[in-house]
């Protein structure tokens, strides 16, 4: 008997597949829970598990209020104020996303240790003795909390900067009618309106940091990150190691869960807001400098200072770590990262168009879990992918080959493809939002359904779609370090793992070529953020034409 499945049918079982595919891995973590604790379980509640907790807190805490106040402010400035250099600052404020945080530990590190260069520099100037020490350490939880916040403030910048653009100019108009003046203004009605956007981004911070492994170990932090890695690493237990991931991964669910609670059922918006271009107010003097010295301090400390570390460090090294090594872990890298995008974009296309060709809600709602691997923390992922391989090379290839999938690049790019679904999935989804249903309508009346549909008509509407999120992959693929240094092959080392590698020896000048490189790439999607919000104003199209 043969069994028959129909197009509709296939178009709903393939998003279920890659659902299992994905969901399997963080799975696998959870279910850690379930099983046997150890004595190295009871060792780490007992000494060491507050302490992880604790820093974790101090660090969320600490960096969330500092990137509220950098991201909301400059956002505000940049919407409602006319000042020096606001074109510029506009697109540069989300430069420093592009440094990721285990970067900005490292220059900070050669910058202002004892010995480092902004240390160096004051000394030569002022002729103190080598003893003198002007900046303190920044290796501790308080210079942690300024790196992170520094280089993820952008989330937030990003954030606020769209929901104030698109904020009804009735409502702001009404509260200057009514006597507020522009703290007022801002506090009671910008400020509510665009709580949802803010927490949405502060929500993005608060991941990124719990999840970040590069820059607290560096800092020599004990973090759930940190404690995850030396256990699996130092005491070799997989286990208890999967049970500390398990409480991490919980913690940050939690934080999803209340950010989307806070959002359920409540309206920012209302049917008679009038939207048009809000008038920027034109500052002068002393106004006209704290505006583009509150906007330009987090653009150099978070881009400028450490890119002219780099380059320093670049110099000094006489560019001889450009050859050799680094060509190979470039190639590398830009091998696993395209392979990843291409498989990770074609996923969510494929996820996407059964979406649309079937109208099934549940689809739609396996599409929305699976976007939420982004805030799945790379080690998290690389231990449910080492745990799953492991399983398939036990009990299926092992009666006929050796281990073939563990500790192999598949691994990886398994990983590499939970973490990025949302970006790719958000930019393809975008993109069949500007497809209307009567081009399917017509398309099915010809007799191209199925992949004659996906590949004849839609494909070619969604090209720019598909290039923007292969793009998006592949930078998020270059920085991603956890994953990477746990998942890689035997002698496999990528930029990432080789920045790591270079700055835990202390052989600072060496990391320049690779940091240089990520951060080229982590340019990438500045560009189309930066377009995005260009053309997020509503009513920009209708300006262009009556200008034309």
């Not at 937030?156 to 698109?166: D, E, G, I, Q, T």
């Not at 492991?390 to 009990?395: A, E, G, R, S």
């Not at 281990?403 to 990025?420: D, F, P, V």
């Amino acid at each position: 008997m043969i069994l028959k499945i129909n197009s509709l049918d296939l178009w709903k079982i393939i998003p279920i597949i890659i659902f299992i595919t994905f969901v399997s891995p963080v799975a696998i973590v959870l279910f850690s829970l379930t099983g046997d604790y150890s004595e190295n379980w009871l060792h780490l509640i007992e000494y060491v598990l507050t302490g992880y907790i604790i820093n974790s807190s101090i660090l969320v805490l600490g960096v969330s209020l500092i990137t509220l106040i950098i991201g909301v402010g400059t956002a505000w400035l940049i919407s409602n104020y006319e000042f020096s250099g606001k074109r510029f600052f506009e697109w540069a404020l989300i430069l420093p996303l592009a440094v990721p945080p285990y970067i900005l530990a490292y220059t900070f590190t050669g910058l202002f240790d004892a010995y480092g260069s902004v240390n160096n520099l004051i000394r030569d100037i002022f002729s103190f003795k080598d003893s003198y020490i002007f900046f303190p350490s920044v290796r501790n939880i308080y210079g942690a909390i300024i790196v992170f916040s520094f280089t993820l403030y952008p989330y937030v910048y990003l954030a606020s900067r769209m929901a104030f653009l698109n904020q009804s100019k009735s409502i702001l108009e009404s509260g200057k009618v009514l006597g507020l003046d522009k703290i007022k203004v801002f506090f009671n009605l910008a400020l509510p309106m665009v709580r949802p956007a803010v927490i949405g981004g502060l929500m993005l911070v608060i991941m990124e940091t719990l999840s970040d492994f590069g820059a607290v170990d560096h800092f020599a932090i004990e973090t759930f990150t940190t404690g995850i890695f030396r256990t699996w690493y130092g005491m070799y237990d997989l286990q208890t190691a999967m049970q500390l991931a398990s409480l991490l991964l919980i913690f940050i669910t939690f934080f999803i869960v209340v950010e989307r609670y806070s959002r359920k059922n409540v309206s920012y918006a209302g049917n008679s807001s009038v939207y048009g271009e809000i008038k920027s107010i034109q500052v002068f003097g002393i106004n006209n400098l704290l505006c583009f010295g509150a906007c330009g301090i987090p653009l150099f400390i978070g881009f400028i200072l450490p890119i002219i570390e780099l380059l320093n460090w670049t110099y000094n090294y006489k560019l001889d770590f450009f050859e050799g090594v680094f060509i190979r872990n470039s190639l590398n890298t830009i091998y696993l990262a395209i392979s990843a995008a291409l498989i990770c974009s074609i996923s969510a296309l494929l996820i996407n168009f059964s979406i649309r060709f079937t109208k099934n809600k549940f689809l739609s709602f396996l599409s929305s879990t699976l976007t939420l691997g982004y805030a799945v923390p790379g080690l998290i992922l690389a231990i449910g992918v080492m745990k799953l391989l492991t399983f398939l090379d036990l009990n299926f290839f092992s009666h006929y080959l050796e281990l073939i999938l563990t500790g192999s690049i598949a691994g990886l790019i398994i990983a590499y493809i939970i973490k990025s679904y949302a970006l790719a999935s958000s930019v393809i989804e975008a993109g069949y939002q500007r497809i209307g249903s009567n081009i399917d309508d017509v398309s099915i009346t010809l007799k191209n359904t199925g992949l004659k549909l996906l590949g004849r008509v839609h494909l070619p509407l969604l090209k720019t779609s598909f290039l923007t999120s292969i793009l998006l992959v592949v930078s998020e693929v270059i920085k991603e370090l956890p994953a990477t240094l746990i998942l890689r092959p035997f002698n496999f080392d990528t930029l990432a793992v080789s920045t790591y590698i270079y700055a835990s020896e202390e052989r600072m000048f060496e990391a320049a070529a690779p940091a240089i490189a990520i951060v080229l790439v982590g340019l990438i999607p500045i560009i189309f953020l930066t377009r995005m919000i260009r053309e997020s104003r509503p009513g920009s199209q209708n300006r262009n034409v009556n200008n034309a």
